[in-house]
């Protein structure tokens, strides 16, 4: 069997983590959310169910991947043979291919902004405001079948060259790069006269804005934006030497996301107050308000093109890790069918999401339920599949697996086993069931 390939030290996995973990949902996601919710009562909820749960269930998954040493389905068959188990894995593959098939539409919307803003196209006029922009660019249905191609090529890419070589190298320059360039364009957005409304907006606790729903989609949140309960992070840490801290690896990567959540925050709400925008916008808000922040700055379009370029690889970080738990489950430990297979399942996710690409503009009349395609995408995986794979991998390692064999693998101080143990039995299952049968029957 030919030598499985490993990250190269613990940063290069906390990285490739982080990369995961790190993308629209702390960039595109969050904002949005955060405007439409109650601004700061779901921040306060957000990070409450990090702690809590979601990162909880991270360390699971980092668990049990280091433990297995392979794909999260051969991991739960050699952990527990003759059981069900490994269904969890195949839970997570499907869920992921899903996850990318929609991901990828709003990847297509990045790269055609990024064009725009290369042609010096991307600006308002008296007749064309950002959100008719927005709107026109996302019914196109060329564009945006173009925009979803381009940028699943550029994820399998990525993906065929490996973990080492590919996923590794990227994320290394990306994150701090999309760091620094965050903490410069909050600068600005909080300097602009007008600004501290949205300050106030996040972070001064209106505890009448929250309600069941804020806390329900608080949950699925924490759960989408740190890459939980489809296995991925198995699969990542499944390239981990064994003497890698997984406790402290996760709590890096959930700080390292609330922070970018939040700094994302500081970049879009001043802004927000400051321009007359609204905050509850939806998915367009980040697109929508961007473009406008950065007319405020001189060399805004050069400095667009840069966020842009940042956003994408952000977006392709996180895009990369769902294809690879996929190509992975394939694979197995035969890398020379890798190219292969990541071309065809790639193309194939690529048809799969058309109709979400679509969902807005030419397919915007069909609806299932009262949702578009790319809602009902988004449901499926963020209401139902995240949180029974979540719940499925919480129970595996807080049962299955004996005290001794839990505490041996996580190699941490008494106080956060317990504190972890705690939540992996008893919290972490019990507000997944509760999240997951609310957001199925309300
Ligand atoms: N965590 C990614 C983000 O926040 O953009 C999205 C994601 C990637 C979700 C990978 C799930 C996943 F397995």
């Not at 894995?89 to 990828?104: N, R, V």
């Not at 007749?127 to 994820?155: K, R």
């Not at 065929?160 to 320059?173: D, H, L, N, P, R």
Request: with cysteine.
């Amino acid at each position: 069997m030919a030598q499985r390939e490993h990250f190269s030290n613990k940063l290069g996995f906390m990285l490739a983590a982080a990369g995961s973990a790190v993308g629209l949902g702390a960039i595109w996601k969050f904002p949005y959310m955060a405007g439409s919710n109650g601004g700061s009562a779901f921040i306060i909820l957000f990070i409450l169910c990090m702690i809590l749960i979601s990162l909880p269930v991270l360390i699971a998954e980092f668990m049990i991947g280091r433990r297995g040493q392979a794909d999260a389905i051969t991991s739960f068959k050699q952990q527990a043979p003759g059981t069900p188990w490994y269904l969890v894995g195949y839970l997570g593959t499907i869920t992921s291919a899903l996850i990318l098939s929609f991901y990828s539409v709003v990847g297509g919307w990045i790269l055609s902004y990024l064009v725009r803003a290369l042609l010096f196209q991307l600006k308002s006029t008296e007749s064309t405001s950002y959100d008719t922009l927005f709107q026109s660019i996302i019914q196109n249905p060329w564009e945006m079948i173009i925009a979803q191609g381009a940028f699943f090529l550029i994820t399998i890419f990525i993906v065929q060259a490996g973990i080492k070589s590919g996923i590794e190298k990227a994320s290394k320059i990306i994150m701090p790069a999309l760091f620094i360039f965050f903490v410069i364009l909050a600068i600005r957005s909080l300097t602009l006269p007008g600004a501290m409304e949205g300050v106030r907006f996040m972070f001064v606790p209106d505890f009448s804005k929250i309600t069941g729903e804020t806390v329900l989609l608080a949950l699925g949140q924490a759960f989408f934006t740190l890459s939980v309960g489809i296995s991925i992070m198995i699969t990542y840490a499944s390239y981990l030497g064994k003497n890698e801290n997984i406790a402290g690896t996760g709590v890096n990567v959930a700080l390292m996301n609330v922070f970018i959540s939040i700094l994302a925050g500081l970049v879009i709400f001043p802004a927000v107050f400051a321009l007359g925008f609204k905050t509850d916008e939806g998915p367009g808000l980040v697109f929508v308000i961007l473009p406008a922040v950065f007319e405020q700055i001189p060399l805004g379009n050069f400095f667009l093109i840069i966020f842009f370029i940042l956003l994408l690889f952000a977006t392709l970080t996180s895009a990369m890790s769902l294809l690879e738990m996929v190509v992975s489950v394939v694979v197995k430990d035969r890398p020379k069918r890798r190219v292969r297979v990541t071309w065809l399942l790639g193309l194939f996710i690529f048809m799969i999401g058309i109709p979400s690409a679509l969902s807005e503009g030419v397919l915007s009349h069909i609806r299932i339920g009262s949702q578009s395609i790319f809602g009902f995408m988004e449901f499926l995986t963020n209401n139902i599949g995240m949180p029974i794979g979540a719940l499925l991998i919480s129970l595996f390692v807080g049962y299955y697996y004996t005290t001794n064999e839990s505490k041996t693998e996580l190699q941490t101080k008494p106080f956060f086993y317990t504190m972890w143990i705690v939540s992996i039995r008893f919290l972490a299952p019990i507000a997944i069931l509760i999240i997951f049968i609310a957001g199925i029957f309300f």
